[in-house]
């Protein structure tokens, strides 16, 4: 696609390949790198982008910086090369929309906390009834999600949310209610239900810091300060490891409720659910506010609503934000 712009009377031709150049040398900050990605050579990625530059009679970088940085100017048509060129990917998109289409490819992270559990839900369900769609899926923390979204390289996500992001739009999914997962030794082994008031830090197995359960947890907790009074610190990277060392008696932890469902008869047995409202967790499929891809996002949104419904017949639950507000 080629662009006419009028500039003082003279008309510049640009590219929508050209703009995507710059776009991918801003992102990388190298010409070398940024001419992989696009899978060109670097001597035509640099050509391309000098020649765009000759015609607009300005520099979009300043390479004499090590890393190359973008001068005042190209900051501006950074930005406005964005707009373009996701216009011109929008064009695609309503005809696919106008025919009904449903395939291509469509890049999907999820958080660590929910992909474990949900994801061998609906892959197959979602394969089979959509075969013309290629479902890229990384495994990614909160802030990467929100970095990949912005910067194109993902489409949507599963997340825990609210995010209070006003570029990322988040339509959810279920509601998740906290399960906690109690030793034999512990002081709330014998009562049939928990309650959040009943909770202290210092007794709780957390996972490690990215993981936005664990700010679910400290929000659930209402406390700042973890005061560590067992004489060790620990936080994991995964839940099992958390259940292993929680049945060893060194404290509780709390669970995502679809987590608990493949546990063995006998780890149930140290289940505890909290009273009414319990509390949980949003879920939900979130994505840019230029996102293209609608139609493949509300059939994925669709196919997780299918079998998410009979696995969680929760109602009347307490929102735990997983944002860590003070």
Known sequence: MILLISLSENFIKMTITQLKYVLSVAEYKNFTVAAEHSFVTQPTLSMQIQKLEDQLEVKIFNRSKKPIELTPVGKKIVEQAKVIVDESNRILDIVHQQKGYIGGEFKLGIIPTIMPTLLPMFLQNFTKKYPKVKLIIEELTTEEIIRKLTDGHIDAALAATPLENEAIKEKPLYYEPFVGLVPQNH???????????????????????????????????????????????????????LIKLSKEGLGMTLLPYLHTLDLNEVDKTHLREFKNPPPAREVSLIYHKSQLKIQLIEALKKTIDGVVRGAISFSDVKIISPLHKK
């Not at 049939?192 to 210092?202: C, G, H």
């Open 187 to 241: 002081r709330l082994f014998k009562q049939t239900q928990i309650s959040s008031d009943e909770l202290e830090m210092e007794d709780i197995l957390l996972l490690e810091d990215g993981h936005c359960f664990k700010d679910n947890i400290i929000n659930l907790c209402r406390a700042h300060k973890i005061d560590n009074k067992k004489g060790f610190q620990l936080e994991s990277g995964s839940f099992d490891t």
